[in-house]
């Protein structure tokens, strides 16, 4: 009896669902009962946003509760999937079979998933079409006359889907599938340019690509957010397609951002992100990116969503790094010795200075320290040195460590006074801290290891040989 009002419902549901924000009816022949969920996307993340019974196929979605616009995914028992994407049309059905999910899908009473299951079912037919050519032309010489009959066979497959793409995208274009193939589509690059004397511009492309990569995708669309695609294509972005130094990473990003301004879902998703993201990045040097996204962004007011007290913390931890960047001058600071000699950072005469913090009683302080000793004892007579500042305050504990260590030949310096404020200046949270300094104290590596230590002192050594 059950079953039967089902499929009543199923039937004539367009007529019993105007209370409901979406009603969604599924029948999927060959499928086990239990648990159907259905799933949405929000950036490069999943989640679950309702979960019902299958009964001998059949399924029913339905609640008040507001659903937004996006692409949303259903997870069968069997751990099948498959995608539906939610409009205007808040109530409709599907019928399809578990063993073709795509090819045997009936959908009514959506135009735009009738049209996306229209426009899969083309491509899954041709790429039925084009493997066993594909698999053909492994087999067979480049130069042979097999190997050409095949290979225009395929392209002449590649040609069917391109054209029927384009068709689409041309007839199609105020549906949000459509807006989807758009943001897909790859970037048309244009011959390079030659300048006024005569010469190819060698960057023109480059730029070109960068500076039109979102040309096709509708950033003011906040349904974007909710597809498995926006995310995808602003990482290759960001960490495929720009030079992965913080200068062209911020240039990248700001461009992004401003573009995305029209939306406030994208907007704020983008800035989240790529906070988050360069914040915890473990490349040296990208903390650079994460200063550059709050002192620009969120000290300036434009992040309403955060609040006092991430604020606070936020823009602390970016006051906290901007001071010791790679690139940047590494903060004066000035510490007594063993013999209570101030010693000025800035005046240590060395082609490098190793920029040593620890812990007499950090257990990871005494596997490291000596690490250090051995590599810089290999350059020393390069000039490398090391300026070491025991973060304790215990004299004594100190003293011994340095013997114990044997790294008397170190500039060891204790602040017993806490007058220095290395802390701050070097954002010293913990310890062992490690840092590389070159002649003119500028940051070239932080926060490393020995191991890291060593290989930038033989890379750095080797680029000065190969200058002279």
Known sequence: ???????????????????????????????????????????????????????????????????????????????????????????????????????????????????????????????????????????????????????????????????????????????????????????????????????????????????????????????????????????????????????????????????????????????NWSTHHYESSKIMGQDAVFVHLVFTYFVTGQTPWVDEVQMTNIINKAMRISPNLIGSKAPYIRIPDENGIEQDLHKVNATFTALFFYDPDCGHCKEEAPKVRDVVRKYADKGVKVYAVCTEFDEKIWNEFIVSEEIEEWINVIDLENTSNFRGKYNVMGTPRLFLLDERKKIIAKLIDSELLGEILENEFKLIESNK
């Open 1 to 271: 009896m059950k079953i039967l009002n089902l499929i009543v419902s199923l039937c004539c549901f367009t007529q019993v669902v105007t209370a409901q924000n979406y009603s969604i009816f599924g029948k999927v022949d060959g499928m086990s009962d239990g648990d159907v969920l259905l799933g949405y996307y929000y950036g490069d993340k999943q989640y679950v946003k309702d979960t019902v019974k299958s009964h001998h196929g059949f399924f029913h979605f339905e609640s008040e509760e507001y659903l937004e616009s996006g692409m949303y995914f259903i997870l069968l028992p069997e751990k099948q999937h498959f995608q539906m994407i939610l409009d205007e049309s808040r109530s409709f059905s599907f019928e399809t079979d578990v063993k073709d999910l795509v090819g045997s899908m009936s959908v009514k009473g959506s135009v735009e998933n009738e049209l996306f299951y229209k426009y899969q079912k083309f491509t899954q037919q041709k790429g039925k079409e084009a493997a066993p050519i594909s698999s053909a032309l492994k087999s067979e010489k480049k130069d042979t006359k097999k190997y050409k009959k095949l290979n225009k066979e395929l392209e002449a497959i590649n040609k069917e889907v391109t054209d029927f793409k384009l068709d689409y995208i041309k007839n199609h274009p105020s549906t949000f599938f459509v807006k989807l193939l758009k943001a897909m589509e790859p970037v048309y690059i244009p011959e390079p340019k030659k300048n006024v004397i005569g010469e190819i511009d060698k960057d023109y492309q480059y730029n070109y690509f960068i500076n039109h990569y979102w040309d096709q995708v509708d950033l003011s669309d906040e349904r974007m957010i909710r597809t498995p695609i926006f995310h995808n294509i602003m990482e290759k972005y960001l960490e495929e397609h720009t030079v992965q130094i913080p200068d062209s990473i911020n240039k990248s990003l700001d461009r992004l951002i401003n573009k995305a301004r029209e939306s406030e879902a994208l907007f704020k998703y983008i800035i």
